[in-house]
């Protein structure tokens, strides 16, 4: 276990003494805060930061891979429950509450808080600081990791999130099935620029398609790391995500498993993307599959073949072997086909709009060519979408 003590400039003693006093004004003691749980030490690479002085009575251990990143700045703290437009009748989703800083002003505005953080030393103080405010009767806590806990029903999510978990924590909320408002996230600022990013942005991702086709996304501000105690080595941006009104008619397990094909290199061109011979394998397995009649046979006999097959797995290899060439060259001229008739196949993903990314899905699914796994499928619904971000 490593400890670092912490840097000694004079603005960040100035920011831990801010924590020790609000420490104290929050009742906690001292000794509770300094030992480590049996949850901690099951992650010996973790990296704490200490808010004081090792011999020092008052401490709160920060870890680093929990991205204990408090956010201290009032002005800042108001500007985004502002922003979010709480209502005294609303539920508001905060994942990673800490010792309470948005939590307080958030019970305030809303009818009632859903509080999900991990560390049970966390909740403890922030039980504490509700308790004193009056506002406990407001607050529910779910001491838990948020990528395991299941939501419950709530109007708004507002959030100074562990950047850790951002991606598969958006995906989490947008594809949750869950109504809700919107989603006020402070966010790294790279991945905040992600999500706002369109076709052409060198920004723009997988997870920017994937988010656009079901929300909007709107710039709040940028936040510096400065605001943080600990300063993080990174500066930081509000977005408001808000899920569409309507949202296309495609089946979302097809939708994901496409783009994940198209962004897998965002940068070659789709004819380059589909002419790799692991990934015609790969469709044209799941092709035949799926269409189990005559008319959708994707082949037609003794034709001359120009794929050498470079296969990974057994598996590929073995199917491979059992289909002719002339089958899989065949295929692979149906995909050229289709990606030169919408004209696309020299056209890059990350330069293509939704709109665009769907017409080809749809040339692609008309044509008998799946992306899913629909017949045994492996994952279909939105934790196993999350899950692929995870890593
Ligand atoms: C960036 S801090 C924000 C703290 C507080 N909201 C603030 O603004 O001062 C993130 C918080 O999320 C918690 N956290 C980290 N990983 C989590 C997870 N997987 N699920 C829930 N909470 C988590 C951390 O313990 C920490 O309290």
Not at 70 to 96: F, K, Q
Request: glycine letters at 4%; proline letters at 4%; aromatic letters at 8%.
């Amino acid at each position: 276990m490593l400890i670092l003590k912490p840097k000694t400039t004079p603005l960040y003693h100035s920011r831990l003494i801010f924590l020790q006093r609000s420490l104290r004004n929050l009742g906690t003691k001292s000794s509770r805060y300094s030992r480590r749980s049996s949850d901690e030490e099951d992650d010996p690479k973790d990296q704490k930061f200490q808010n004081a002085e090792e011999n020092q009575p008052d401490r709160l251990y920060l870890y680093k891979s929990k991205g204990q990143h408090l956010l201290t700045n009032t002005r800042i703290l108001d500007a985004i429950v502002r922003r979010s437009d709480v209502r005294p009748t609303d539920t508001v989703l905060e994942i990673g509450p800490g010792t309470g800083n948005l939590t307080v002003k958030l019970l305030e505005a809303a009818k009632k808080v859903v509080a999900i953080e991990i560390d049970k030393r966390m909740v403890e103080v922030l039980h504490k600081r509700v308790a004193d405010e009056g506002l406990q009767d407001k607050l529910h806590v779910i001491c838990k990791d948020a990528m395991k806990a299941e939501f419950p029903r709530f109007d708004l999510v507002v959030a100074n999130i562990p950047y850790g978990i951002s991606s598969p924590l958006v995906a989490k909320l947008v594809y949750g099935g869950n109504p809700f408002r919107s989603a006020t996230l402070l966010l790294q600022k790279e991945f905040a620029r992600r999500l706002l990013a369109k076709p052409g942005d060198s920004e723009f991702n997988r997870l920017a398609v994937n988010v656009k086709l079901v929300a909007d996304v709107e710039f709040v501000m940028d936040v510096s790391k400065r605001e943080f105690l600990p300063c993080p080595k990174v500066d930081s941006s509000v977005v408001i995500i808000r899920p569409k009104a309507e949202i296309p008619d495609v089946n979302l397990d097809e939708w994901w498993a496409f783009t994940k094909t198209c962004f897998c290199k965002k940068n070659k061109t789709l004819g380059a993307t589909f002419k790799q011979k692991k990934k015609l394998i790969e469709l044209y397995k799941l092709a035949k599959a799926t269409s189990s009649n005559a008319e959708n046979s994707l082949v037609a006999k003794n034709h001359e073949s120009d794929i050498d097959y470079d296969s990974e797995t057994d598996e590929d290899v073995g199917f491979a072997s059992s289909c002719s060439d002339s089958e899989m060259t065949l295929f692979k001229e149906k995909i050229v086909g289709i990606l030169k008739t919408g004209g696309f196949h020299d056209k890059r993903p990350s330069k293509l709009s939704n709109e665009e990314l769907l017409y080809i899905l749809s040339l692609f699914n008309q044509a008998g060519i799946y992306f899913h796994d629909h017949v045994n499928p492996k994952g279909s619904d939105n934790v196993a979408f999350a899950a692929a971000y995870t890593s």
